[in-house]
């Protein structure tokens, strides 16, 4: 898991991008004990190159949510 490899890495705090749009990843992760931070939105580009050798890219509005480990448990 992220969280055994980061808190064995000494961080408390964990963060990451959550498309707007993806409702349940975010739900997911807020049961997984991950907080808005109330940032706001922003905007990342992603691409991956496919098998053809062309650039497939897009744009995401995000949400950023952390995570305090220190009462983390790996299961």
């Not at 349940?24 to 905007?43: I, M, N, P, V």
């Not at 053809?52 to 744009?59: A, I, N, R, T, V």
Request: glycine share 16%.
């Amino acid at each position: 898991h992220t969280e055994t490899l980061t808190m064995e890495r000494g961080i408390e705090l964990l963060g990451l991008a959550v498309g707007i749009d993806n409702l349940r990843a975010a739900a997911l992760h807020k049961q997984l004990g991950y907080l808005d931070t109330g940032l706001g939105e922003f905007g990342i580009n992603l691409g991956y190159t496919d098998a053809e050798g062309g650039l497939q890219s897009w744009k995401e509005r995000c949400g950023c949510l952390i995570r305090p480990l220190g009462d983390y448990e790996p299961h």
